[in-house]
């Protein structure tokens, strides 16, 4: 599978995901919604995410290692996946 | 030698210690004796003598602690107030308590700048009947209340939390997680100040970053580790939260809502060397009133895990509806009484009456919390105001709770109901489960729903059953029902 056919397999998986944490698909409109700044993600829902991501790829996450400010918006949080998934 | 007094002490034996670390900032034994007397000095020239509370609003600064000791060296009652806490209620909240001040961090750093080294005004200090800290707590009406508490009640609290944590003076240092407007804090702040150890504060800016928490657990080097379950809960997701991370926790101090067995079974198995201290009591009568260690017996013995036994010098019983002393294992509201009790809540004499009274000669307080005892230990069965009528049944919310909380795989549980068109119309779950399952969640959804039946009538089953990792946390580290129930709508 090509880098980017499995970018496109990861985004909209990880925005399904988000979009069950948060409970809102404003989150697939705007991938640039600052999630924390909008009251839409808190530390627990951060927590929450980090679990279901977790699962929903099959890879660890580290809470530990885990910097809100990388994490902020769905396009970083797609970003930090790919990365991970890649690895 | 009183509480003031004993903290003073560790001041004059050993003014470097450290007091209280919060994020880069640290305060000595000797700083907060020497400040906490200076704004004390400036409070007795600035205020009439009247020991009216003084507002005190911040987050973890050490100016908190300075205001604290400050406000009773000088007579005065102190009502911490959180940094979040929206305008609108601090203003109801000062009001209610006609405090003349609210002294921040920055005004309290500037009174205490300008006083310099100069030697401070001799000190008033609360005697024991006084009021020495006033904490708001919602009440039903959505009027926050104010809980007064006594240096006797405090003092009542410490002493047998003292006897029985066995702490190390000035060895020990203590977890901070509740913010100061919670009563939780006054377990590890005094704990901490009265033993002469150190006091390490998690802010709200390291519990929203989870690489910062873990770098603060990290760098805490705490021993005593005072918190909401929920809170632990939420930093046992991280799997290298264990003794390799805290590798000198020696004791994990619970209390404010209800330790889920797996999150005890959890910290023992990553701490072997801890012990875990469950805790209970609101806050009308001292942060705590009953106590239990969970140990592998325990957890083996209890589902769910007991809230303790009563404090020495306290009673505690459970009242049957006609007000008579329930039998073992009967349940009933828990009553208690002794020397912690509040004297009711300012400003409000009909709150204070319909809720304090005289028991066994002592000051006693309807907690308003169902539960029953079993072998001398009490176990807490939730609110008896959660009471809901769905469909012309009378329910109560804890009970369908416990029952949640009961089943084998359930970690924790909370039942709301959902409404429709502005009446009930279901009760709804919201579950965090120990294991990830293969199984659907239309499939767990409907075991549950079958184990729930063996337990309870038909009417008491949720409807429908949100699964989740973790839930939200109110500021004081509680599950956040409102958030929860916003997630229903």
Known sequence: MSATVQNQAIAPKVLDVLE???????????????????????????????????????????????????????????????????? | MDLIERIDEWARAAPEHLAHVSRERTLTYGELARRSAALAAWLLRALPDDRAPIAVQGHKEPEMLIAFLGAVKAGHPYIPIDVTTPPARVERIVATARAPLTLTPARVA??????????????????????????????????????????????????????????????????????FSFDLSVMDTYLSLATGGTLFSI??????????????????????????????????????????????????????????PEVAAALLDRFPDAQVWNTYGPTETTVATTSVRIDGETLTRYRPLPVGYAKPDSRVVVLD???????????????IAGPNVSPGYISRPDLTAKAFFTLYGMPAYHTGDWGYFQNGLLFYEGRRDQQVKLHGHRIELGDVEANLQALPGVRDGVVLVKMKDGAPDSLA?????????????????????????????????????????????????????????????
């Open chain 1, 20 to 87: 069950q944490i948060t409970g809102t698909d404003q989150v697939r409109r705007d991938l640039d919604l600052a999630l924390f700044e909008q009251n839409i993600l808190d530390s627990l829902g951060l927590v929450e995410l980090i679990v279901a991501l977790s699962d929903a790829f099959g890879v660890e996450i580290f809470p530990a290692e885990i910097e809100r400010s990388e994490w902020a918006t769905p396009r970083q949080i797609i970003a930090s996946v790919e990365k991970r998934v890649r690895v």
């Open chain 2, 110 to 179: 500037a009174i205490v700048a300008e006083a310099g080294d100069a030697a401070p005004d001799p000190v008033h200090r609360v005697a024991a009947n006084d009021p020495f800290y006033i904490i708001f707590t919602s009440g039903s009406t959505g009027e926050p209340k104010g809980v007064v508490i006594t240096l006797a009640c405090l003092t009542s609290f410490l002493d047998w939390m003292l006897a029985e944590q066995r702490l190390v003076e000035q060895r020990e240092t203590f977890l901070n997680q509740a913010p």
């Open chain 2, 203 to 260: 802010d709200k800016d390291d519990i929203a970053n989870p690489a910062q928490l873990y770098r603060a657990l990290t760098h805490s080097n705490a021993t005593v580790w005072v918190s909401t379950p929920s809170f632990a809960q939420m930093c046992l997701v991280e799997k290298t939260f264990s003794a390799a991370m805290l590798p000198r926790v020696r004791r994990f101090l619970f209390c404010g809502e209800t330790l889920a």
């Open chain 2, 321 to 335: 509806e006609d007000g008579r002393v329930a039998v073992n294992g009967e349940r009933g509201e828990i009553v």
């Open chain 2, 429 to 489: 779950a919201f579950v965090i489960l120990n294991d990830h399952s293969a199984d659907s969640e239309f499939e767990i959804s409907r075991a549950l729903k079958n184990r729930m039946a063996e337990r309870l009538p038909v009417y008491m089953i949720p409807r429908k059953f949100h699964f989740l990792s973790a839930f939200p946390m109110t500021a004081n580290g509680k599950a956040d029902r409102k958030k929860l129930a916003e997630m229903l709508a």
